[in-house]
């Protein structure tokens, strides 16, 4: 039998870390990591969100915006006037999500507590979890990619190793060059989220020289936009009305799941609305400029190489190709191709790794951190086998952007609980105190009202979405709603939560933290529960504002 005592040292020594002078203590809802953030750790500043937007709007995901896009059927014109709609709504919808960041300086995953209840909290939690290991081994193998078109650039053997893997649907060069960008990953997730900002600036600088350089060697070639500016746009189905919905709402999808947890980074704001300011501004216009470069560069490539390719990547080797390996080609893919590594690893670590992080935290606070939950998150991903999935990648991208149906009612339920129902007014000390003395318990730990809100929110897409999985070729009233997926989602659930609280108000709207003591207020003695024994610890939490 295993040595109690053992067991018991074993367990106190692989607990997280907590600060020397900590007046909180780890326990089942409580460490480090999902504390209110501590003023001496929010570091980020109005330009340190611009920054921010950098790596998240200025990125090969939106590089490749108009392939989407454009598969819909639209002109590039009429491409970009969906990017511009689609990136102010998603300016507007980071904003509103993060507001809770800005205001409490906490995250998403304890943020969840006060609308689904202390355990129902896990549920949004571990979806979110689960779509971001996918995710994540996606965003990792495309920088694996980048990094072998990088040093392909000098050793270009690499460049032209043919050699197959995993019953060739993985080339060996594209497994060296993912395991040396995991190097890099792991290396800067040691970095705390609060000292990030220097990491983000190499990085967006280095890639917006990739930008600047594709769009001047394409336009410079060319002498215009390209041949795909002229063509007529075929909406595949239905009307270009119809298209444009789908354009989008694709790019609500692509950047809501990411604002779903926007107040992860928000919470680290040095004064309040440095989030707000920046954010509404940077978000569009990141998004939009790097867009409409992606398309642009594009629509140029095809003149000049022959050939339609939408990631920027794997341009980069065709045109050193292109101009047979000179010198000067294969500088300009060396730097351009570092940029594009740099900015894998940027949106790696602001959409998955930090976030992700804080999750698993949630999941298991007294043995997790961000950093922990990182790392596991970076170990799945690359067991997750994304070259074996992107070998029917039609299929499974549907499948994964079918994911969006999940996650759009969340962001809608938290949008209606925090904003409308309790008018940002909420309790942080009963967001760590895991028993009936919360007024966040609900019924036995679960909100009702937040589980029926999300169902009825996602019933509406699902028949979609089966449809979809089973014949790509499906197109009716359910598949439309489907293509309109973050938007339904958000909408219906946003109603249905309000409408329901305005039936069956749910407790504790409109206590503050102030209600426990007459001295519990910003700045004071706040109180945090232990999960176990229900005991209340006081403790002096000047961050809890």
Same mark, same amino acid.
């Given at each position: 039998m295993t040595n109690p005592s053992f067991s018991r040292r074993f367990l106190n020594r692989i607990e997280v870390p907590v600060d020397p002078d900590a007046q909180y203590k780890n326990d089942h809802w409580t460490n480090r990591d999902l504390i209110p953030m501590p003023a001496d750790r929010r570091t980020y500043k109005i330009w340190s969100y611009c920054i921010y937007w950098c790596i998240s709007g200025m990125c090969i995901s939106a590089y490749t915006t108009g392939s989407t896009l454009l598969a819909y059927g639209l002109t590039p014109q009429q491409a970009i006037g969906a990017l511009v709609i689609g990136a102010i709504c998603a300016g507007i919808l980071s904003v509103a999500c993060g507001w809770m960041g800005e205001r409490h300086h906490i995250g998403f995953t304890v943020a969840s507590r006060f609308t689904w209840g202390m355990r129902g909290a896990y549920f949004p939690v571990i979806i979110r979890t689960f779509t971001t290991i996918f995710w994540d081994g996606l965003q990792a193998y495309w920088g694996g990619q980048a990094v072998t078109v990088t040093l392909g650039s000098i050793f270009t053997s690499l460049a032209h190793m043919d050699q197959t893997l995993a019953g060739g649907v993985l080339f060996t060069k594209d497994l060296i060059g993912m395991l040396i960008y995991y190097i890099f990953f792991i290396a800067i997730m040691a970095i705390p989220p609060e000292r990030l900002q220097k990491p983000f600036i190499i990085s967006s600088i280095l890639f917006g020289g990739t930008l600047i350089g594709l769009l001047a060697w394409a336009v410079s070639n060319v002498h215009g936009v390209g041949p795909l500016f002229d063509q007529p746009g075929k909406p595949v189905h239905g009307s270009i009305g119809w298209s444009m919905m789908f354009g989008i709402t694709s790019i609500l999808g692509a950047w809501g799941g990411g604002t779903l947890g926007q107040s992860d980074w928000t919470r680290y704001a040095n004064r309040p609305y440095a989030p707000t300011l920046s954010?509404?501004?940077?978000?569009?216009?990141?998004?939009?400029?790097?867009?409409?470069?992606?398309?642009?560069?594009?629509?140029?490539?095809?003149?000049?190489?022959?050939?339609?390719?939408?990631?920027?990547?794997?341009?980069?080797?065709?045109?050193?190709?292109?101009?047979?390996?000179?010198?000067?080609?294969?500088?300009?893919?060396?730097?351009?191709?570092?940029?594009?590594?740099?900015?894998?690893?940027?949106?790696?670590?602001?959409?998955?790794?930090?976030?992700?992080?804080?999750?698993?935290?949630?999941?298991?606070?007294?043995?997790?951190? *961000?950093?922990?939950?990182? =790392?596991? !998150?970076?170990?799945?991903? &690359?067991? %997750?086998? +994304?070259?074996? #999935?992107?070998? @029917?990648?039609?299929?499974?991208?549907?499948?994964?952007?079918?994911?969006?149906?999940?996650?759009?009612?969340?962001?809608? *339920?938290?949008?209606?609980? =925090?904003? !409308?129902?309790?008018?940002? &007014?909420? %309790?942080? +000390?009963?967001? #760590?105190?895991? @028993?009936?003395?919360?007024?966040?318990?609900?019924?036995?730990?679960?909100?009702?009202?937040?589980?029926?809100?999300?169902? *009825?929110?996602?019933?509406?897409?699902?028949?979609?979405?089966?449809?979809?999985?089973?014949? +790509?070729?499906? #197109?009716?009233?359910?598949?439309?709603?489907?293509?309109?997926?973050?938007?339904?989602?958000?909408?219906?659930?946003?109603?249905?939560?309000?409408?329901?609280?305005?039936?069956?108000?749910?407790?504790?709207?409109?206590?503050?933290?102030?209600?426990?003591?007459?001295?519990?207020?910003?700045?004071?003695?706040?109180?945090?529960?232990?999960?176990?024994?229900?005991?209340?610890?006081?403790?002096?939490?000047?961050?809890?504002?």
């Open positions: 954010q509404i501004i940077a978000a569009p216009v990141t998004i939009i400029v790097t867009g409409v470069i992606g398309i642009i560069v594009t629509s140029c490539a095809d003149q000049i190489i022959g050939e339609v390719v939408w990631q920027p990547f794997v341009l980069l080797g065709k045109i050193q190709d292109f101009y047979d390996g000179s010198p000067r080609a294969r500088a300009g893919v060396f730097f351009a191709g570092l940029g594009c590594v740099c900015a894998q690893l940027g949106i790696s670590i602001v959409l998955n790794s930090v976030s992700a992080g804080m999750d698993m935290a949630g999941l298991q606070p007294k043995y997790l951190n *961000i950093r922990r939950g990182a =790392y596991i !998150l970076a170990a799945a991903g &690359i067991l %997750s086998n +994304p070259w074996q #999935y992107l070998s @029917n990648a039609s299929t499974f991208l549907t499948v994964l952007s079918g994911f969006g149906i999940f996650l759009a009612p969340f962001t809608g *339920i938290m949008l209606a609980d =925090y904003l !409308l129902v309790r008018r940002c &007014i909420i %309790s942080l +000390p009963d967001l #760590y105190v895991g @028993n009936s003395s919360s007024i966040y318990w609900y019924s036995h730990g679960f909100h009702w009202r937040a589980l029926v809100a999300w169902a *009825i929110g996602v019933f509406p897409t699902m028949p979609g979405f089966i449809m979809s999985i089973r014949n +790509p070729e499906t #197109y009716n009233s359910w598949v439309r709603t489907f293509n309109i997926a973050f938007f339904v989602g958000l909408s219906v659930s946003l109603a249905t939560f309000w409408l329901i609280c305005k039936v069956s108000p749910p407790p504790g709207v409109g206590l503050g933290s102030g209600h426990h003591d007459e001295n519990m207020k910003f700045g004071e003695k706040e109180s945090i529960g232990d999960s176990d024994t229900g005991s209340v610890e006081e403790k002096h939490n000047d961050n809890l504002v």
